[in-house]
């Protein structure tokens, strides 16, 4: 299979792993944020960008909103239909890059959590265009005065866990944040 960039192929393997992640447990208390946010109609248009395993689109759906949720694993949008059908509810998945995903709807709210697309550069990626390219996208996803919550990684976190053997062995750049990590699938 040919993947768009390793995040695709890191994330394909990992779905099935995605919800043992310990980040993954606060998210009820996420949703409640989100429709307290937001403030949206009952039946507003979510646009959930880097949906994965559609942990907030699944349970945002439970609530009556419809719901778009993009990824650019075909790994994780299964386990995402896989949440919905057992809940019962309707959503739409798309299989894209964030960065290049344009929508003819337009939302009236737009989510991009926990690093699902932003932050998330393949080796191939130029970090201003992905990065610029999702927030466009967004933008232009959403109605006048529709709203957005977006959660990026914080870089100073990284430079200060950053050691002079990282940096030597080129695994973080201090001058780009950019950090380069060895993608492995867990055992299966």
């Not at 926990?114 to 927030?135: M, N």
Request: net charge negative.
């Amino acid at each position: 299979m040919t993947y768009a960039n390793e995040w695709e192929a890191f994330f394909d393997g990992h779905a099935p792993y995605y919800r043992e992640e310990p980040f993954t447990r606060n998210t009820a208390a996420e949703i409640e944020f989100l429709v307290a946010e937001l403030k949206l109609a009952d039946d507003a248009s979510i646009l959930d960008v880097g949906c994965g395993i559609g942990r907030h689109a699944v349970p945002l759906a439970q609530r009556g909103y419809r719901i778009t949720g993009v990824d650019i694993s075909q790994g994780m949008l299964a386990q995402a239909r896989q949440a919905a059908q057992q809940a019962g509810v309707q959503v739409e998945w798309v299989h894209a890059d964030a960065a290049a995903y344009r929508s003819e709807r337009r939302f009236d709210a737009a989510i991009c959590l926990c690093e699902g697309a932003f932050g998330l550069l393949g080796s191939a990626d130029d970090p201003l265009q992905h990065e610029t390219g999702i927030l466009q996208g967004i933008s232009e996803s959403l109605k006048p005065g529709g709203r957005f919550v977006l959660t990026a990684l914080n870089g100073m976190a990284k430079i200060r866990s950053a050691t002079p053997q990282t940096v030597e062995a080129g695994v973080f750049d201090p001058l780009t944040l950019l950090e380069l990590m060895a993608i492995a699938r867990k055992p299966g």
